[in-house]
């Protein structure tokens, strides 16, 4: 009876299809006493209307020690003028001990001249760039003999091939790609005659090259920081997984830290830190932060007092040109340099002086 039985439609003309599939004789060869029937098919191309355009026979398919795949099928070529057809295959073996198969892959593709499309004699198929160091890539097409007209098109996809997107305008056996963004890239060329060119399923495809762009780290925000002698800051890299970072700078400072720290720094330290930030992808970014060191606040205040319950005393600070006393209990205003302090029980007061760069 027949196993399996499709119509297909919208085929190209002048094309070369293959039609097969993979079969397993799975009876074992002990079985039936030996004497098992072997499988045997047929696979017929047929019109709609039933006449046979095509027929291939497997004649018997032997049993092995081992089950094996093996294909079957045939080669068809379109005539002119048939655009349907039906596909069939049969199993021609008696009933009885036997006659047992597995079927998988079933097949019907056009089949055309090899195509090949190579970026920059790369064989590889895999291209990997950094997004600031980019240079133009040219593609070359080839195709063996079988076409009498054939039209090309360079083709794009964003997706790993799941889209694929004509390049307007690319349509010779030369492509060359341009600079882009960051992000991954795969181009091919189809080819068909020029007939069949407006259907997209009759074009044959080449081998697809996979580009990736490696995107640059961000850079660090800010562009200036600023410091106090005697104090420490803290310089910053974007962070990223499977990043280096080569820190250098003024006063013959060095470090591979994201975020190195400086301590007690002098005037000597002021100036431009620049990093190099290298990426797990080996694609390197330059970037700067320039340090302004101010001078810092030594606090000077007055000594400790005794004073008795009832009474006051002036609290009297230093060296900057704001003032923040701590706690404010007592206090006539905690933001003087020198408050009146009238607390009802003993108390120990802390002032915060800034001066005018911020140095606290």
């Known amino acids: 009876n027949d196993f399996y039985v499709d119509t297909i439609t919208s085929l190209c003309g002048g094309t070369t299809y293959e039609f097969a599939s993979w079969v397993v004789n799975v009876l074992r060869s002990a079985s039936c006493g030996g004497a098992g029937i072997q499988p045997n098919l047929t696979f017929k191309i047929e019109t709609v209307t039933g006449s046979i355009l095509q027929s291939f026979n497997t004649g018997d398919i032997p049993a092995d020690g081992q089950p094996t795949w093996k294909q079957y099928g045939t080669f068809f070529t379109t005539p002119a003028g048939i655009g349907s057809i039906v596909l069939r295959i049969t199993n021609n073996a008696k009933g009885g001990c036997g006659n047992d198969l597995a079927m998988d892959d079933i097949t019907f593709r056009p089949c055309g001249p090899k195509t090949t499309a190579y970026a920059d004699n790369d064989t590889t198929g895999f291209i990997s760039l950094c997004e600031n160091n980019q240079q133009d890539i040219h593609f070359?097409?080839?195709?063996?003999?079988?076409?009498?007209?054939?039209?090309?098109?360079?083709?794009?996809?964003?997706?790993?091939?799941?889209?694929?997107?004509?390049?307007?305008?690319?349509?010779?056996?030369?492509?060359?790609?341009?600079?882009?963004?960051?992000?991954?890239?795969?181009?091919?060329?189809?080819?068909?005659?020029?007939?069949n060119f407006s259907s997209p399923q009759c074009r044959i495809a080449s081998n697809a090259t996979s580009i990736t762009v490696n995107a640059l780290p961000a850079p660090p925000p800010g562009d200036t920081l600023l410091g106090c002698t005697n104090a420490?800051?803290?310089?910053?890299?974007?962070?990223?997984?499977?990043?280096?970072?080569?820190?250098?700078?003024?006063?013959?400072?060095?470090?591979?830290?994201?975020?190195?720290?400086?301590?007690?720094i002098i005037y000597a330290d002021s100036g431009?830190?620049?990093?190099?930030?290298?990426?797990?992808?080996?694609?390197?970014?330059?970037?700067?932060?320039?340090?302004?060191?101010?001078?810092?606040?030594?606090?000077?205040?007055?000594?400790?007092?005794?004073?008795?319950?009832g009474t006051s005393t002036v609290l009297t600070a230093s060296g900057g040109n704001?003032?923040?006393?701590?706690?404010?209990?007592?206090?006539?205003d905690s933001h003087a340099a020198s408050p009146v302090a009238a607390p009802t029980d003993t108390t120990v007061y802390q002032v915060l002086v800034q001066n005018q760069y911020g140095c606290k």
Request: hydrophobic share 35%; charged share 15%.
């Open 272 to 309: 431009l830190y620049k990093v190099a930030i290298v990426t797990s992808a080996g694609c390197t970014r330059t970037d700067s932060v320039r340090l302004k060191v101010y001078p810092g606040v030594k606090a000077v205040i007055s000594p400790a007092a005794s004073i008795c319950e």
């Open 140 to 195: 070359n097409a080839m195709y063996s003999g079988g076409f009498s007209n054939p039209v090309l098109q360079w083709q794009l996809s964003k997706d790993s091939g799941r889209t694929w997107i004509d390049i307007p305008g690319e349509q010779g056996i030369h492509y060359t790609r341009k600079p882009t963004a960051a992000g991954p890239y795969q181009y091919r060329v189809t080819i068909a005659e020029q007939g």
């Open 232 to 264: 420490s800051v803290q310089l910053k890299a974007v962070a990223g997984a499977g990043f280096s970072y080569h820190w250098r700078g003024p006063n013959g400072f060095t470090d591979t830290a994201r975020s190195p720290v400086l301590s007690n």
């Open 322 to 332: 704001s003032y923040t006393w701590t706690p404010v209990t007592g206090l006539s």
